[in-house]
């Protein structure tokens, strides 16, 4: 079980970019999908895409070809590369890692983004 923090978020103007880390407090090595998701006001938490430790990459179809997820095991890190901002993309963004069992998943506090002129 580990600890994960995010950060990097803030206020961007629309078509800016901004790249969110999560930071894991132990190895993630043999985790073998890392996750983030996204939570806008008044609406239901949504995957933005997920990384396996291979590195293979699924996302959305609203973030397809403008965010990229990557993974550096050693450093027990993830990370959110978002370009192209939109108003849309305002949310909380969530990392997490599934078990298989909801109560063992792990979770940070989130980081919010607020795209806005």
């Known amino acids: 079980h580990v600890q994960l923090m995010e950060s990097g978020g803030g206020l961007v103007q629309p078509g800016g970019s901004l790249r969110l880390s999560c930071a894991a407090s132990?190895?993630?090595?043999?985790?073998?999908?890392m996750v983030w998701q996204r939570q806008a006001a008044g609406k239901r938490r949504e995957l933005v895409g997920s990384i396996t430790s291979g590195g293979d990459t699924v996302y959305a179809d609203s973030v397809k070809g403008r965010f990229s997820i990557s993974r550096d095991n050693a450093n027990n890190m993830m990370y959110l590369q978002m370009n192209s901002l939109t108003p849309e993309d305002t949310a909380i963004y969530y990392c997490?890692?599934?078990?298989?069992?909801?109560?063992?998943?792990?979770w940070g506090k989130g980081t919010p983004v607020t795209v806005s002129s």
């Open positions: 997490h890692i599934p078990t298989g069992k909801a109560s063992e998943d792990m």
């Open positions: 132990g190895d993630i090595a043999s985790y073998y999908l």
